[in-house]
């Protein structure tokens, strides 16, 4: 073979075979849906005829207020699930009820992250960083979602046309980092966009009908967000509820070409 025929050869097997994708069966699925962002989602897919399974995931001990009133109303069609991502054991659990699910999941959402937690705050200047902390904000926010794709990958058929979307945030791109500070909280999320990136070139192939994306949500009014409002300028604070239409706007607007993206809530794509 010569060597211009060896690249034209490399160059097409890159080319990920495009397979007539299987139908739309309604399955849609939130992972950290008790509250915030995670728990608008859930109500603005119920709202929506297309949707008629949503299962929707919460810690176990988790706050149910919000989400069992919501479990009560819908019966079946909304199927609550515990999950805690950081959790190896509660992954394998979420993992053999993914492949009970018949059908395969047409949108998931990966809303569970953290910011602050018990005895976590985010670190002003590197003398606050703590190895246990940036551990911890490692398991919750980069390998949790990676996990929790990993076991929802198995549940979907090659040719099936699916979403999954992480919720990221703008601080995890390493371009737009001017300010410093939050160092577990930004690079977290920078692992995270890898991890992304990575699935996304690895499914190219396997789910040739996946987009596989990183979303930042917008600074949105949650308890994630509530102890650094102060220096969210005027009108740049969004409830959860225009968060939620915004991200359902953006997977209602992507495709496969752009599995592997990190997307604003606008639909424009966020640098590195
Ligand atoms: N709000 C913003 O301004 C903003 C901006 C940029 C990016 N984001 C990102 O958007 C996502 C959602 O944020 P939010 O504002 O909705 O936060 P939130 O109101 O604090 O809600 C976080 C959700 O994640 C869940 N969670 C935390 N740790 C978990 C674990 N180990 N396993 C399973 N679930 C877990 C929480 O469950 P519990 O109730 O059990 O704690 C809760 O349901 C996060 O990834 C965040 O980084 C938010």
């Given at each position: 073979m010569t060597e211009r025929n060896a690249v034209y050869t490399l160059a097409r097997a890159k080319v990920p075979a495009r397979l007539p994708p299987t139908d739309s069966n309604g399955v849609r699925m939130v992972i950290g849906a008790n509250r915030g962002i995670g728990l608008a989602l859930v109500r603005a897919q119920l709202r929506?005829?297309?949707?008629?399974q949503l299962i929707a995931t919460y810690r176990p001990g988790a706050d149910l207020r919000a989400l069992a009133p919501l479990s009560q109303h819908h019966g079946s069609r909304l199927d609550l699930v515990p999950l805690d991502v950081a959790d190896d054991g509660s992954i394998a659990r979420f993992s053999r009820y993914l492949l009970r699910q018949k059908g395969g999941i047409d949108v998931t959402i990966h809303a569970a992250g953290i910011l602050h937690e018990d005895g976590i705050e985010p670190e002003?200047?590197?003398?606050?960083?703590n190895a246990a902390n940036l551990k911890r904000l490692f398991a919750v926010n980069s390998v949790g979602p990676l996990m929790a794709a990993g076991a929802l990958l198995p549940a979907q058929s090659r040719k099936r046309r699916f979403t999954f979307v992480a919720l990221s945030a703008m601080v995890g791109s390493i371009s737009d980092?001017?300010?410093?500070?939050w160092y577990g909280y930004r690079a977290s999320k920078t692992a995270l966009n890898q991890f992304i990136k990575t699935l996304a070139n690895e499914c190219r192939f396997k789910y040739p009908n996946a987009s596989i994306v990183a979303v930042h949500?917008?600074?949105?009014?949650t308890e994630l967000s509530r102890p650094f409002?102060?220096?969210?300028?005027?009108?740049?604070l969004y409830s959860p509820d225009q968060t939620a239409s915004r991200i359902l706007k953006v997977i209602e607007d992507?495709?496969?070409?752009?599995?592997?993206q990190f997307i604003n809530w606008d639909g424009s794509r966020i640098p590195w």
């Open positions: 929506s005829q297309g949707v008629r002003k200047s590197f003398a606050d960083c980092n001017r300010l410093g500070g949500p917008g600074t949105t009014d409002q102060r220096s969210v300028k005027p009108g740049k992507i495709d496969q070409d752009q599995s592997g």
